[in-house]
């Protein structure tokens, strides 16, 4: 029986894990589709569409999974047409939060995230209600762990390619002033030897507050609720 328990665990964790890994690749299809789009299906001329593709290649997105991504984009394969949308919300507490995301069904799709809103007592805004609280920037995000310099070695080299701010934790985040030059940063920090784990576009607070106790849990598990949903690509807030 306990044999019969344990690979019933690892069944679950498997499919857990590959569930998690389906709704990545969904939301980086989507995105791909969209700068595909919007600037056309060469990355070579479409800076966007590299960023995303960049992205896809470093979460071991199959190849075969990002060309049906361009082509859906391009207008070469069928599907129901995506559509782009943010969100602002005010969450508990002062919390303010951006959330972006991509759909088929923008109707259905707001529905469901007023409705995820509602249960941790937040609510939409309406557009620049929020925004105001942040801006528009880019992020490269490094782990310092697979790289050859290390510390203030590292960090030098961070800000000589580019990098307006450098902020860490587990990683390293780039934090890139001028969203035209991300792609330009990104690929000095490669000439110079540092592996880049992800790179995006995102929103920064200008006014970045910290919550504690109950207020922390209830934001914690509404950001949760948030990022199972399919549509939505990145929620960004101004909790730190």
């Known amino acids: 029986m306990s044999g019969h328990s344990k690979w019933s665990n690892i069944k679950n964790q498997k499919e857990t894990a590959d569930k998690k890994r389906g709704k990545m690749f969904g939301k980086l299809s989507r995105a791909i589709s969209i700068a595909a789009r919007e600037g056309g299906n060469d990355p070579n001329a479409n800076a966007k569409l590299r960023m995303e593709i960049d992205r896809a290649r470093t979460l071991n997105m199959p190849k075969e999974n990002i060309e049906r991504a361009i082509a859906r984009g391009s207008g070469t394969l069928e599907g129901g047409a995506l559509e782009p949308f943010l969100l602002e919300a005010v969450g508990p507490a002062g919390s303010l939060l951006l959330i972006e995301g991509i759909t088929d069904n923008k109707n259905r799709t ?131």
């Open 110 to 240: 707001v529905s469901e995230i007023k409705h995820l809103l509602e249960i941790s007592g937040a609510k939409t805004a309406a557009e620049g209600g929020v925004g105001w609280a942040f801006r528009r920037v880019g992020f490269i995000t490094i782990d310092p762990t697979k790289q050859d310099k290390k510390n203030d070695e590292l960090e030098l080299v961070l800000m000589d390619a580019g990098a307006d701010d450098i902020e860490k934790d587990d990683t390293i985040e780039v934090v890139v002033q001028d969203p035209q030059k991300l792609d330009l940063v990104r690929r000095a920090c490669e000439d110079r030897g540092v592996a880049v784990e992800d790179i995006t576009l995102g929103w920064k607070p200008t006014q970045p507050i910290t919550l504690s106790g109950a207020d922390e849990h209830v934001f914690g598990k509404l950001v949760e609720a948030l990022d199972n949903h399919d549509d939505i690509q990145q929620i960004w807030s101004n909790i730190i």
